[in-house]
């Protein structure tokens, strides 16, 4: 018999997360003038969220460890780039 295909996901975590992602739209809910626009366009976010999730949660470990300078790298230089190229706005640079 052959086993399913196991999801590489931590259920304490993942139960975590859906647990705080439901009291925050509650919270969003009632901050928001009871508005559903707002609410969905959230649902819409947290959705995209989990569904990245899922896939980074697919890689294997060693893979991560393989590109993560790389990654870093792009993460620094992306942030010298603000300093020098970025605008500033309203008290904040972009």
């Known amino acids: 018999m052959e086993s399913a295909p196991?999801?590489?996901l931590d259920a304490p975590l993942l139960a975590?997360?859906?647990l705080l992602c439901a009291s925050s739209m509650v919270i969003l809910y009632s901050a928001g003038g009871e508005n559903?626009?707002?609410l969905g366009r959230q649902l819409v976010r947290i959705?995209?969220?989990?569904g990245v999730m899922f896939l980074m949660a697919q890689i294997a470990p060693a893979s991560l460890a393989r590109w993560?300078?790389?990654?870093?790298g792009v993460g620094l230089a992306l942030l010298v780039l603000?300093?020098?190229?970025?605008?500033v706005?309203?008290?904040?640079q972009r």
Do not use: C, E, H, T
């Open 47 to 50: 959705a995209l969220a989990l």
């Open 89 to 92: 706005g309203k008290g904040a």
């Open 82 to 87: 603000v300093l020098g190229v970025g605008i």
């Open 16 to 18: 975590g997360l859906v």
């Open 68 to 72: 993560s300078p790389y990654v870093f």
């Open 36 to 38: 559903l626009g707002l």
């Open 6 to 8: 196991r999801w590489n």
